[in-house]
């Protein structure tokens, strides 16, 4: 049993110096984060919680003011780092230490791996592991207000009180089934996301549903408004939908408008905005469409749906399930309807798609399978005495229509 722990309530860069220099005498650290994200472009980081072995500290880091030396803590490679659901958490130690933390462990992933289903929520998973029922009394508490009560910083800290032995038991798992290398490619993947570059300002067009209905000079324009905003929201501190939202950028490439009083009428722009930035903003759709074909992003063709596609998509999720069930994984940390799709639409050349169900552990353990039933050299079909779905090998070749 997890015993109860009083944090201690760090509210000056001295004592957290002298906190971080202890925490560097352990090989694991539990972490988490409390951060107001509604008014900014970088949302405000208000709390770190963090356990260690008899160490626990709920840090006030308005107060604290730098993270400091917490950073070199985030980059050693002898301390790993636990979080759960962890990417909006790592991505706010990058933001102020310019540090991808390494290595991690990230529970809710491993959750997924070892038969406790997709995005499982720190509560839950404490209850089923732990059997401890959590305090939900502060959910919608707003962490800028101080000064915080007792309750609301024990409230805080039990989100890493027990992710330490939730970590040990998750990682047992894992390796009772043989999962481990799996789980650390999936962490790897977690940090790499911190500085790949779809997060630079001329790739996150991607990122606004719709772009790839555009055409291919429109799409630049996209591409050239989406790096505008992102500059704009950052220069200003504010969130990108606070500039101009992604359906009106969307819109604007669309229509390409060449006036200020075109641009102005369009609807769900703000007329302050429109005032304040209508000029860059013209600017910036003439540039864009004026760039040479070559300079045009890549738009995937659109593709006139067959009628036996979604079948095919259907027979590939029952197969995903089956694969799942028997190996406890999450289906869907597997593939994506869209992956699925995607391989239906490729047809027989697959060897350029980037997905992850034909990559790694992921292929290796259901990726072959759903490529075998596509190319009929297997067949899907339900054992009469279990009712689950089995696979079997086609005998004498491809099955033919």
């Known amino acids: 049993m997890v015993k109860h722990v009083t944090p201690t309530y760090i509210a000056d860069s001295h004592s957290f110096g002298e906190f971080v220099a202890r925490l560097r005498e352990h090989d694991r650290v539990a972490l988490d984060t409390e951060f107001v994200g509604e008014d900014t472009f970088v949302p405000r980081l208000e709390l770190i919680q963090i356990s260690a072995g008899a160490l626990s500290a709920v840090v006030d880091f308005p107060a604290v003011g730098s993270l400091g030396a917490f950073g070199e ?191 102005k009428s369009m609807r769900g722009l703000h007329p302050t905005e429109a005032e304040r930035s209508g000029e860059a903003l013209l600017e910036t759709i003439k540039r864009a469409g004026a760039l040479s074909e070559s300079e045009w992003p890549d738009v995937p063709k659109a593709r006139r749906p067959e009628p036996e596609a979604s079948g095919q998509v259907d027979l590939l999720q029952a197969v995903l399930k089956a694969v799942a069930l028997e190996q406890e994984i999450a289906s869907n940390v597997l593939a994506s309807t869209a992956d699925l799709q995607a391989l239906v639409d490729a047809k027989q050349d697959r060897s350029q798609l980037d997905l992850p169900i034909l990559q790694g552990w992921r292929r290796r353990l259901a990726g072959e399978q759903l490529l075998a039933v596509l190319d009929g050299k297997v067949a899907a079909c339900l054992d009469r005495q279990s009712g689950k779905l089995v696979l079997r090998l086609v005998p004498e070749g491809p099955l033919t229509g």
Request: no cysteine; hydrophobic share 40%; net charge positive.
């Open 73 to 263: 803590v985030l980059g050693d490679p002898r301390i790993e780092k636990v979080v759960h659901a962890g990417r909006q958490d790592l991505e706010l130690f990058h933001a102020h230490t310019h540090v991808v933390p390494t290595p991690v462990f990230d529970t809710q992933m491993a959750a997924a791996m070892v038969g406790y289903g997709a995005q499982v929520a720190y509560a839950q998973l404490v209850q089923r592991i732990l059997g401890v029922k959590l305090d939900k009394a502060h959910t919608f508490t707003n962490w800028s207000h101080r000064p915080l009560s007792k309750d609301q910083i024990v409230y805080a800290f039990e989100d890493v009180h027990y992710l330490l032995p939730v970590h040990e038991h998750l990682r047992a798992r894992l390796e009772k089934l043989g999962r481990v290398e799996w789980a650390q490619e999936e962490f790897t993947r977690l940090g790499t996301r911190l500085t790949d570059g779809s997060r630079e300002p001329r790739q996150r067009y991607q990122r606004i549903r719709g772009w790839d209905n555009l055409k291919p000079r429109a799409a630049a324009v996209l591409r050239d408004l989406v790096a505008w905003r992102e500059e704009e929201a950052r220069r200003r501190n504010v969130p990108r939908g606070r500039v101009v939202r992604d359906e009106v950028l969307l819109e604007m490439a669309r229509q390409g408008p060449v006036t200020l009083s075109a641009l």
